[in-house]
């Protein structure tokens, strides 16, 4: 399911382009921030109706924030002091956060404000993916959740050269609480579900998007 969701995100928004013969199709990649570094691949089809168009994007980004280092240990500490070298009576522990994103977006094709640069709104919804990884080589915690959301933003490109265009993405994206599961890598795994008493707590621990701004660069090219 979370393979298939991106991959038919991108076959609808092909499927759109081929209906339109790749006439003005836009493939292009972004980099930049999303909560940590962040980059996107996006199809845009600009005017399956007038102005109207579609857009199905999938982003990658990484987030060294993946645990929350003020969250109790349960031993009168935090799990901040995990992360301690031995030397000071921590447990050398790392933590490292990833988040997968598939948006499926309609577009208004605002025109040229500038000679040679075009500006475009979009709206629509998001499929996040995230996971945050906390521990050693011998003794790991894995959190995972999946959470729909909405998102919106504007898109302002600057004509190069041909069919090729410098493109910037500014936005805002929002998900929605959804369940987590913890897994101790040894066989225990446990999910927790928003109405749940132990949902607070373990949500406490996972750094996870909430609410996002974002803001890449990067290029397209049109067909």
């Not at 980099?31 to 600009?46: D, I, Q, R, W």
């Not at 009576?89 to 990833?98: A, D, F, K, W």
């Not at 995972?144 to 410098?166: K, Q, R």
Request: net charge neutral.
């Amino acid at each position: 399911m979370k393979k298939l969701l991106p991959l038919t995100l991108l076959t609808l928004a092909a499927s759109t382009a081929g209906a339109q013969s790749l006439n003005g199709v836009e493939l292009g990649l972004t980099g930049g921030y999303a909560g940590g570094l962040s980059g996107e691949v996006f199809v845009h089809a600009p005017n399956v109706l007038g102005p109207i168009g579609i857009k199905a994007g999938v982003a990658y980004g990484r987030a060294s924030d993946a645990i929350n280092d003020n969250a109790s240990n349960n031993l009168g500490g935090t799990l901040g002091d995990y992360k301690k070298p031995t030397s000071q009576g921590g447990l050398g522990y790392t933590e490292s956060g990833s988040s997968t994103v598939a948006s499926l977006d309609g577009t208004y094709n605002l025109g040229e404000v500038a000679p040679g640069v075009g500006t475009a709104l979009y709206a629509g919804g998001r499929y996040g993916m995230f996971r945050s990884d906390f521990g050693d080589s011998s003794q790991s915690t894995t959190y995972t959740s999946n959470a729909f959301g909405v998102g919106a933003g504007v898109m302002v490109s600057y004509a190069l050269t041909g069919g090729l265009s410098l493109v910037g993405d500014v936005g805002v994206d929002t998900f929605f609480r959804s369940a987590i599961t913890t897994n101790d890598n040894k066989g225990n795994v446990v999910t927790s579900q928003p109405n749940q008493g132990d949902y607070s707590t373990v949500s406490n621990i996972f750094v996870r998007p909430g609410t996002v701004f974002k803001a890449r660069i990067g290029v397209k090219t049109s067909f």
